[in-house]
């Protein structure tokens, strides 16, 4: 049974997402297993290529745990991609060094049904869940996590990044039925995915759209707020109490509409939004993720602290989990991080 009382549960994360306000607000950071940690930097000299990292257990539990050694932080998230789900899917996916993530083939030249799905390609993301959980402290909360339709079906069509997301945004407008049916294939696959992530021990999950600020109202809707909400049922139906975050980068005032109609246990604001604002127009029993910019945390020192206190003020009444706006930066210093935690644990 949830603590109704308000004080604070061995997890402190996971309570705050059940929307149980904290004394301290628990944190964690986006990225915040990675290349800014020497350890990590450290491990990949030896070990190779990040696909090679993400699909060996042994490698991605270390990885996942180096930020809990270190920092102690309330969440320890799945060291893994966003780009697995096309890669089980059935594109063949590969990282260049300096350029970002390649699907092949494009689904812009070809057609979703063409592709051999590969499921069992999710496997030993499972596995390293499983040694993760394991291996964490008591008090920390494992998060999962996946894509959210959109911005994965944005790599599956183009076959990479990009700035505009242009050729997908072309696609769903010109033919919505097939882009319709790539979407369908995502929301399936995520859904299973997802549920094998907390059937191996994760104990809440965040959906990431990195492009949702891309597209118009309507296009919102109907790419971002419809498969998420579709996500979101079937994930409930099959572990209706784990935790859902939705993290709409860029949505701005498409916000309230999302955490209205996706259903989302608790929502991440990027750094673009004004913490205030977000507190005036969400729901007051919706608990929000967020919103540091991480060049914020890049920079330090008082821009550091005035960022942190602004966040810590806006949302002092309503649950609140403490993050940045995005990931974190490559070459942050360890010593600012430390100096956020340091503020925002109320030691400063």
Known sequence: MPNLSGSPEAKPLLATLRGIRQPVPPIWLMRQAGRYLPEYRALRETKGRFLDLAM????????????????????????????????ALGQDLRFEAGEGPRLAPPLVETVLDSLVCRPERL?????????????????????GFAGSPWTV??????????????????????????????????????????????????????????????????????????????????????????????????????????????GVDAIGIDETVDPAWADAILPDDLPVQGNLDPLALLAGGAALDAGVDRILAAFHNRPHVFNLGHGIGQFTPIAHVERLLTRVRGKA
Do not use: N
Request: charged letters at 20%.
């Open 56 to 87: 060996d257990p042994e490698a991605a539990t270390e990885i996942t745990l180096q930020p809990i050694r270190r920092f102690g932080m309330d969440g320890a998230i799945l060291f893994s991609d966003i780009l697995i789900v096309p890669w």
């Open 123 to 143: 496997d030993p993301v499972y596995a390293t869940v499983r040694g993760v959980a394991a291996s964490l402290p008591a008090t920390t909360t494992l998060l």
């Open 153 to 262: 079906a944005t790599y599956m069509v183009a076959g990479q990044g990009s700035r505009d997301q242009a050729e997908t945004r072309a696609l769903a407008y010109g033919d919505p039925q097939k882009f319709g049916a790539i979407i369908d294939s995502i929301v399936a696959m995520t859904i299973d995915y997802l549920g094998g992530q907390i059937e191996a021990g994760v104990e809440a999950v965040q959906l990431f759209d990195s492009w949702a600020g891309s597209l118009s109202p309507d296009q919102f809707e109907r790419w971002v707020i419809a498969p998420t909400a579709a996500i979101v049922g079937g994930l409930k139906a099959r572990h209706p109490d784990v935790p859902i975050i939705g993290f709409p980068k860029g949505a701005g005032g498409k916000l309230v509409a999302y955490a209205r109609e996706t």
